[in-house]
């Protein structure tokens, strides 16, 4: 039992370069997220998927696509990588989309965008 | 607007001792989640403690206990006798109904800092 697993763990990218971030949980959740955590901003929604076929925008959507591929994967696409985008990205699921259930956390991956 | 504060930037403690890491809060829904979670130096986030809205007592595990004052709308986390395992970065965060402007997205604070000294 992994969790939530993330790949990769880290990357360099070139401004204008296009990367797909990958994410999958073996816990039979629901929903899933893809969160950027920036130093002194805490962790910052991008993108939501509350259940297997949807998605939703989060608090800082622009710049990034995301595919809820089934229901244990969901993957964060950056078409042309900016500067603005380094970051670390963290993954999470949890069992609904309610605020009473906790999300787990994938490791992260460290991006950087030259 | 701010939905989770997080007053204190960084905080040392010496083993063995508690400490109280503060987290406000903003919301107008009656139904809602805090949780907390840690962050050490290895960089993944870790699941602490949760607290429903609703909740008439307070939540512990273990070590842990979160100072629930509704009517303050503070969280704030105690962490019992620390361990120097303890020094990390420590987040609030808050979950609205999905039904809300948030749309039940998990907010965070900004974050504390932990360095537990021996």
């Known amino acids: 039992n992994a969790g939530v697993t993330q790949t990769p763990k880290f990357q360099v990218l070139k401004t204008g370069q296009s990367m797909t971030l990958q994410c999958a949980q073996d816990?039979?959740?629901?929903?899933m997220y893809w969160y950027r955590q920036d130093p002194g901003m805490g962790l910052r929604l991008i993108y939501y998927?509350?259940?297997?076929?949807?998605?939703d925008k989060g608090e800082v959507p622009n710049g990034y696509n995301v595919s809820r591929l089934n229901k244990r994967e969901f993957s964060l696409r950056l078409e042309s990588a900016a500067p603005s985008q380094t970051s670390v990205y963290f993954c999470?699921?949890?069992?609904?989309?309610?605020?009473?259930?906790?999300?787990?956390f994938g490791p992260g991956t460290r991006l950087t965008v030259l | 607007a701010q939905k989770i504060t997080q007053t204190q930037p960084g905080m040392f403690v010496q083993e063995k001792e508690a400490v109280t890491l503060d987290c406000t809060y903003d919301?107008?829904?009656?139904?809602?989640?805090l949780f907390w979670y840690k962050q050490p130096s290895s960089g993944e986030m870790i699941f602490l403690i949760y607290?429903?809205?609703?909740?008439?007592q307070n939540a512990t595990e273990g070590r842990y206990s979160l100072n629930f004052q509704k009517a303050r709308k503070s969280a704030n986390l105690v962490i019992s006798a620390s361990q120097l395992g303890d020094s990390a970065m420590y987040f609030c965060?808050?979950?609205?109904?999905?039904?809300?402007?948030?749309?039940?997205?998990?907010?965070f604070g900004a974050g504390t800092q932990v360095v537990v000294t021996p």
């Open positions: 999470a699921s949890s069992r609904q989309a309610d605020s009473y259930n906790e999300q787990f």
């Open positions: 816990m039979n959740h629901n929903s």
């Open positions: 998927s509350a259940s297997e076929g949807t998605t």
């Open positions: 919301t107008s829904d009656p139904s809602y989640g």
């Open positions: 607290q429903g809205s609703y909740d008439q």
């Open positions: 965060a808050m979950r609205e109904p999905i039904f809300t402007d948030s749309w039940g997205k998990l907010q």
